[in-house]
């Protein structure tokens, strides 16, 4: 199956500073790669995409980056607030017979600090 | 309603006992999928379901657990002779149909097995 390694497990920044976490996938076949914000006690929210079509997607601070050939893709946060502290899942899928059944890294704890 | 609903939020129960767990979609969601997330493991997929029926089942970590959904609406995710590994948040998510790919997720279900 998919296997999404992603990294650093935990981050550690500055107010103002960006942050950057990795993901790495195994399966050539994916095509469509989110990012998950999750804070505690609720579930994973959507705070980026994109799909295999793209090479950079930008929504104000955050951006995503993906290199296909090399099977990973990126996620950066430009001038972090304390309120961007969170937990940060990268995903990996392909429309199948699943749907858009997500497989996911295993989290990085992000925590800017005034 | 506005979100995913799941219930309860909070479950302990002694091992060996059934337990069922429901969740909600977002109205004329027609996809739906059911997530655990443990320390160990991150978040994993379990069952996608389409409509009423679940195309891919292959998440499921024994045939401890099964699940349904009535009306093309309300999911419940039900682990028969429950395990201290069975201990985990369980998420659901919903998306408009199979080729939306933005997963819309529930606060989870916190299982605590004793």
Redesign the interface.
């Known amino acids: 199956g998919e296997n999404v390694e992603q990294h650093p497990s935990t981050l550690s920044v500055q107010e103002g500073d960006s942050a950057v976490i990795k993901c790495t996938y195994s399966d050539s076949a994916s095509n469509y790669f989110p990012w998950y914000k999750q804070e505690l006690g609720k579930g994973p929210q959507l705070i980026i995409d994109i799909r295999s079509n793209v090479g950079e997607k930008k929504d104000q601070r955050i951006a995503v980056t993906l290199n296909k050939t090399a099977k990973h893709f990126s996620l950066h946060i430009t001038e972090t607030q304390p309120e961007d502290s969170a937990v940060y899942f990268c995903a990996v899928t392909t429309n199948s017979n699943s749907g858009y059944a997500l497989n996911f890294g295993k989290g990085t704890s992000l925590l800017v600090t005034p | 309603g506005a979100g ?1 609903s799941q219930s309860p939020s909070n479950k302990v129960t002694e091992k060996g006992k059934d337990v069922e767990l429901r969740c909600d979609p977002i109205s004329g969601h027609t ?1 739906l ?1 059911w ?1 655990r997330q443990s320390l160990g493991q ?4 379990l069952i ?1 379901f ?1 409509g009423n029926s679940a ?2 089942k ?2 499921l970590p024994s045939d401890r657990f099964s699940a349904e959904r009535t009306g093309g609406s309300v999911s419940t995710l039900t682990i028969q002779r429950t395990q201290q590994e069975d201990s985990a948040v369980y ?1 659901c ?1 919903s ?1 408009l149909d ?11 279900t916190r299982l605590t097995v004793v």
């Open positions: 995913v996809a999928y997530y991150g978040l994993e997929f996608y389409q195309p891919d292959s998440g998420l998510a998306s199979p080729r939306s790919t933005e997963a819309f997720f529930g606060q989870g």
